[in-house]
């Protein structure tokens, strides 16, 4: 039998915390504005985490009012091995092979162990 595709994973049973615009808005210091176009350059990413829920922002994503340091870069690599933001979001709080899950790495500095293997998808 072959795993789900990320793309169909509830997002809503893998991350506990959402913030919706607005309170991302808050934490960072921007607009509600701002935070759509950061996530529209992957410098965040958002979803729809269930049914009847509202499109936002895992809260784990931010730290001390901005982005978790290596998040965006890490965003880019995904995007450019054609995952979509709810696939982020999934591989990104799946325990991909690495000791506990690869937000988890990013927010304790060990990201970069997280960028090598989300390069190493692409092949």
């Known amino acids: 039998m072959s795993e789900p595709r990320l793309a169909d994973l509830d997002l809503a049973a893998l991350v506990e915390d959402w913030l919706d615009w607005d309170q ?10 701002t935070v759509r176009t950061m996530v529209r350059e992957h410098q965040l990413a958002a979803a729809v985490p269930g049914a009847g829920r509202r499109q936002g922002v895992p ?5 001390d009012g901005e982005p978790v340091k290596g998040l965006p870069g890490l965003l880019t690599v995904l995007h450019d091995n054609g995952f979509d933001d709810r696939e ?6 799946l325990d991909a092979d690495l000791p506990g899950r690869p937000i988890d790495a990013l927010r304790e500095n060990r990201g970069a162990e ?3 293997r989300a390069q190493a998808l692409a092949f």
């Open 59 to 63: 809260a784990l994503f931010l730290v």
């Open 114 to 116: 997280v960028k090598r």
């Open 24 to 33: 991302a808005a808050a934490q960072i210091g921007v607009t509600p504005a």
């Open 88 to 93: 982020c979001i999934a591989w990104i709080f």
